[in-house]
């Protein structure tokens, strides 16, 4: 299950929107070890595309020696879909080479680059399988409860639909 603070669920968001009509990508970091996203950094796409994404290659370094000095992992890595809809392609489980990261899809298809709903569906790639997750946005990672089941007042599960 990927639990993942509003603010910054929102943030990928508008960074989908922004990028549309290309795809848009980064990474959110995290405290190693912690699986909790709490970093959000938007990359650009350097391929500057409407159907594949593709991390600049020095940007791409500097993140990783800046996420190495600060003992923080790739937690999130995202990307949108502009035309399809939030599943991994081909493409995108060939190039998923974190095994401990969750792969973010936001889907900007049918208007939802200007408003409304966009499907925001996370997966683990690992090996080239493809599993979905569940996502959970929460206003506060301070209220999520120690067990993934139990309920707080401050979170909510998405049903791969999420509106901003």
Known sequence: MLIIDRA???AIIDHARRDHPDE??????????SDRPERHVPMLNAAMSPTFY??????????YR????????????YHSHTATEAYPSRTDVDLASEPGAHYVLVSTRDGAHESGPVD???????????SEEEVR????????????????PHESSTDQRATS
């Open 8 to 10: 910054i669920h929102d």
């Open 66 to 77: 800046e996420m190495d000095d600060n003992d923080e992992d790739p937690v999130v890595v």
């Open 137 to 152: 946005v929460v206003d506060g990672y301070a209220d999520v409860p120690s067990s993934p089941h139990e309920s707080s």
């Open 24 to 33: 848009a990508c980064g990474v959110v970091a995290g405290p190693a070890g």
């Open 54 to 63: 593709e991390f600049d290659s020095g940007d791409l370094l500097r993140l």
């Open 120 to 130: 925001f569906r996370s997966y683990r790639i690992v090996d080239g399988e493809v």
